[in-house]
Every structure is written in structure tokens, then in C-alpha cells.
């Protein structure tokens, strides 16, 4: 599942390029690091279940990590985790006719440090999930932390497995070092194995709103490539609700299976600190930073030279349009701040300053009030829409690459220091047709320069 918002990490985190798709804790994202750690794992098939919009950046990062996707569905809206995994087990069924594969379901944006424990976990699920358990991963506690929701563990099953109890809601300190102090209590992970059939059986039985109405957005389904679409309105009036509530909660096929494996969820800024490895100060850092008398804190620079003096207990985040500065105890509430960014239509929810497409990136260098300067990659072979602009023309300036410029009837091959012009209202499209990226400056001037004055004619990636 690769649909989360990732809103508390922000600035790092944006709408359109949230947490999963971020290299918060080592080289690979963490869409990539959690594909990786399915290798020890007895699976026939993976899926990437994300919203619409993210579809391609899903699709390159798998292919970056040469971890082959069976399918990406496209959820049109979000609707939480259960009509997910509605989704995922309609098509787990489609695919295997006749049978009920079991589905381990797990989140895109999860740390999980020891892959071993983790397989080792999976493979006692397995046992559990065979005779028609819905299994979940308790996470055995490290501390008494309140941004958790609790599993209370029961009767033994066999083969380190229980059944469940009962779920908590995120507790009180109080109440969460009790838990602790029992020894019955996991984290709740959202991580689960279960039979594709016994999950809709039980999702009909106790939300048949959910069920019907995924059923009904999968049955209107189209296939376009490595993307699977469901029926927009069919999926856009089904309920939103968490499997935990829909059928966890409810279900007497609950049974849980502890994991010890260092994981997080990643939740918040605190979460790396508390994963991060610490200097003799307590400080975690990340990228070019200096501090003096700075304890206890996370900072994280991303573009530039961040220094810190006289801080202690605090985040300090840079990005290269937008900086955060947070009570390390207080982080939870920069979903506050993103709250209002999206209230006041700033691009700062959405993206960053690097926008990623398709074809490639650009990055927003300059702009004024009648005009803009980006820096655009196109990757090799690849081209950006046949598109035309009501408001405002554009100059190209080749710095590196070739570029097969279209503009009219008319194409051209643009190498390094070469420029064309597109007037306003010239149909043109832009391709890379060599084996290097392209790069080139693109000055924009004119009355409007928004993103949504293009009109496409055609376009190879079925953008509107």
C-alpha cells in the first residue's frame, strides 16, 4: 500500500512526492527498501496499490530496483485501507482462478531493520493465515510509546501465534507503560497476512457498503499497461475506513503473530531520531550540518549548510524552498502547518521545488510576475506532451543532450548552446532522442504561467 500522505514529514514529504518515495533512511526509498525485502520471501507475485497521481513515480522505482510489479492499481481517491485491500484481493482472485492466494500486505513507508526477524515473522504468519486466520504483525514494544495503537494478545494458537484480544486506540503515557509493564501488548503495525477470499468474506460480512462498492469499482475495471484502473464513481462512493475498524476489529478470525525486527513507522521527524544513529550529544544529523550546543535534536539539510547553536530537543528540516524548525516533542502537529499551506493554495503543499514527471524533472530556478525560469532533464527517449500554451511563450536553451524540437510542421535537432522560441499559441513537443539525459533552461514570459495553461493534443503517458 503506497497511498499515504506522509503530511508530517513535511517539508522533506509533499502531496505529490510524499514519504514512500523518499530516501529518509539510507540510499533506497522506501517503496524500494520495502519491495527489497520481499526477496527472502516465498511470493508468487507483488503489488503497488497508490493514488493516480503517483503511478509513474511508482513504476520507475520499481524498475530502479529491479523488483518486477505484477500490477499497480490506481486508487482514483483515497479511501483508506480497507477498500484497498479490497481491491488488491478482487484482483488477487481474478488472477488465480479457482484459487485463494494468501495476501501479505504491507505498508510502502514502514523502517524495518532486521529483514531476517521480519521473513522469519512472515513464515509463522503463513501457518496461521493457512487455516483462515486474518493474521497482523504485533511489534513487540521497545518503549511506552503513545503514537501507537496497541494490540492486547490472547489464547495461544501454536507456533507463536495468539489470538487477538482486543485493539487499543494510541494511549495516554500512563496507560502505554502499563502496557508495557504487562507484557501482552504489541504496537499495532498494520502489516497483515490473510487469505485473498477470507478478507472479503469477512469485509462482506461485517462493511457489505465497502465490499459492495468495491466489488462494483473492480468490476468496471480497464487495464492500460503495468496500470489498473477501477471505476471512478463505483469507488469514489465507497466509505472510508481502516481495516482495523471495518474487520479486524469485529472479526473472531483475528490472531496475531509478534515481530521483534526494529520497526517503525516512521510517523513523524522523531521517528528518525529515534532510529537514527546519534552523535555524543544526542544529536542525529543529516547532510551539511554544524551545531554548537545543540543536544538532543535532529537536523536534516538537504541543500545547504544548516548550524544550529544553543537548541536542544528540536527538528530542523531544510529543503531547497522551505524550512522547518519544530519541538522535537511537538511534531506531530506539522500537519498543522500543511493544513494551511493546502487552505492558502501554496505549492509547498504540493511539490517541491523539483517537480517530477513522466519524462523526467524540472526544477523551478526563478520567476517574477510575467515570467519563469526552470531547468528541465527529459530522460533518454523519452518526450513531454504535444501541447500548446494560451498565455505565454518559451524559450529553450540546450546546456547538455540532444533535443528533436517540434514546433508546427516544423522539427529541428537542437544540440549544447543551441536555443529555439515557441510563440504563444505554437502547438510543440520536446524529445530526448539520445542515449544521455537532456537538459536544457526554459524561459517562460507571459500573462499566466501556470501549470494548467496546457493544452495536449497527444501524449505517450495517457495524461489528460
Not at 531476517?116 to 486466520?133: C, M, N, P, R, Y
Not at 518503549?143 to 501507537?148: I, Q, V, W
Not at 472479526?251 to 521517528?271: F, H, L, Y
Request: some cysteine; aromatic content about 8%; hydrophobic content about 40%.
Amino acid at each position: 500500500m503506497a497511498g499515504g500522505s506522509g503530511s508530517r514529514l513535511w517539508p522533506s514529504s509533499r502531496g505529490l512526492y510524499p514519504k514512500q518515495f523518499l530516501s529518509l533512511c539510507g540510499e533506497e526509498t522506501m517503496l524500494q527498501a520495502t519491495l527489497g525485502r520481499l526477496a527472502g520471501v516465498d511470493c508468487d507475485s507483488t503489488s503497488v496499490i497508490c493514488n493516480e497521481e503517483h503511478r509513474f513515480i511508482v513504476a520507475q522505482q520499481a524498475q530502479e530496483s529491479g523488483s518486477p510489479l505484477e500490477t499497480i492499481i490506481l486508487e482514483p481517491v483515497g479511501r483508506n485501507t480497507a477498500p484497498a485491500i479490497a481491491l488488491a484481493a478482487f484482483d488477487a482472485l481474478e488472477s488465480s482462478p479457482g484459487n485463494s492466494p494468501l495476501l501479505l500486505v504491507m505498508a510502502a513507508d514502514h523502517l524495518i531493520e532486521d529483514v531476517d526477524a521480519f521473513q522469519a515473522s512472515v513464515a509463522l504468519a503463513k501457518a496461521q493465515a493457512e487455516t483462515g486466520k486474518l493474521v497482523t504483525f504485533g511489534i513487540v514494544p521497545t518503549s511506552a510509546h503513545t503514537g501507537y495503537g496497541y494490540i492486547q494478545r490472547g489464547a495461544e494458537l501454536g507456533g507463536e501465534a495468539y489470538a487477538v484480544s482486543r485493539f487499543v486506540e494510541k494511549p495516554d503515557a500512563e496507560t502505554a507503560q502499563s502496557y508495557v509493564d504487562e507484557g501482552e501488548y504489541y504496537w499495532n503495525s498494520g502489516m497483515f497476512l490473510f487469505s485473498a477470499q477470507v478478507y472479503l468474506d469477512e469485509l462482506k460480512q461485517h462493511r457489505p457498503d465497502i465490499y459492495s462498492a468495491c466489488e462494483q469499482a473492480y468490476a468496471g475495471k480497464s487495464r492500460d499497461v503495468d496500470f489498473l484502473r477501477v471505476d471512478k464513481e463505483a469507488f469514489m462512493a465507497c466509505a472510508d475506513d481502516s481495516i482495523d475498524y471495518a474487520v479486524m476489529e469485529k472479526t473472531g478470525k483475528a490472531a496475531v503473530v509478534p515481530m521483534d525486527a526494529g520497526w517503525s513507522d516512521v510517523g513523524a521527524w522523531s521517528s528518525l531520531w529515534e532510529v537514527g544513529d546519534s552523535d555524543e550529544d544526542g544529536n542525529v544529523v543529516s547532510g551539511d550540518v554544524m551545531s554548537h550546543s545543540t543536544s538532543n535534536s535532529y537536523v536534516r539539510a538537504e541543500h545547504r549548510l544548516v548550524a544550529t547553536v544553543g537548541l536542544d530537543n528540536v527538528v530542523v528540516v531544510e529543503t531547497n524552498d522551505a524550512v522547518l524548525v519544530a519541538d522535537k516533542n511537538k511534531v506531530q502537529d506539522v500537519k498543522a502547518i500543511v493544513n494551511q499551506l493546502k487552505a492558502e493554495g501554496r505549492s509547498e503543499f504540493l511539490h517541491h521545488r523539483h517537480v517530477y514527471r513522466p519524462w523526467g524533472v524540472y526544477d523551478s530556478i526563478d520567476h517574477g510576475e510575467r515570467y519563469q525560469v526552470k531547468c528541465i532533464t527529459v530522460k533518454p527517449g523519452a518526450k513531454l506532451s504535444v501541447q500548446m500554451h494560451h498565455h505565454r511563450a518559451e524559450h529553450w536553451i540546450v546546456v547538455s543532450g540532444t533535443a528533436k524540437v517540434t514546433i508546427g510542421d516544423d522539427t529541428v535537432m537542437l544540440t549544447e548552446n543551441q536555443s529555439t522560441y515557441i510563440p504563444i499559441g505554437a502547438v510543440h513537443a520536446l524529445e530526448n532522442p539520445g542515449k544521455i539525459p537532456l537538459e536544457l533552461i526554459e524561459v517562460q514570459s507571459g500573462s499566466y504561467l501556470g501549470e494548467d495553461d496546457i493544452v495536449r493534443f497527444e501524449d505517450r503517458y495517457g495524461r489528460a
